[in-house]
């Protein structure tokens, strides 16, 4: 069982930054690709960042790329989601989760979810 607890969110102006984390606990961390969703209000939760563990190779939804950054700090079983460049769009909640499946982009494979945390982006 993997226990993921994210924090960081916020109300962030246009353009502006903001950084999320993700504390995770639980047996076998190790051994899971982890990635970012969101959900904005009335909309399905989509793939935001996908991080290997063990490689911290990266996979970013083109909406992203170029303004988000994910990072893993493997010592103290943390994830990041460095947020750039801020858009109105992106305000949504931002979900942590790790699964089994290498480089998934689908929520369905993904195991372990946390609470979420809000992001407001306001313009």
């Known amino acids: 069982q993997v226990q993921l607890v994210e924090s960081g969110g916020g109300l962030v102006q246009a353009g502006g930054s903001a950084r999320l984390s993700c504390a995770a606990s639980?047996?076998?961390?190790?051994?899971?690709?982890c990635g970012w969703f969101r959900q904005a209000p009335g909309k399905e939760r989509t793939f935001v960042a996908g991080?290997?563990?063990?490689?911290?190779?990266?996979d970013y939804a083109n909406s992203v790329k170029g303004r988000f950054t994910a990072s893993t700090d493997n010592a103290k079983n943390t994830l990041f989601l460095l947020m750039n460049s801020l858009k109105s769009e992106d305000t949504a909640i931002y979900y942590c989760?790790?699964?089994?499946?290498?480089?998934?982009?689908?929520?369905?494979?993904?195991?372990?979810w946390g609470q979420g945390t809000q992001v407001t982006v306001s313009s």
């Open positions: 989760a790790c699964g089994s499946v290498y480089a998934s982009r689908r929520r369905q494979e993904y195991n372990y």
């Open positions: 639980g047996r076998a961390f190790s051994n899971y690709f």
């Open positions: 991080i290997s563990r063990s490689s911290s190779s990266t």
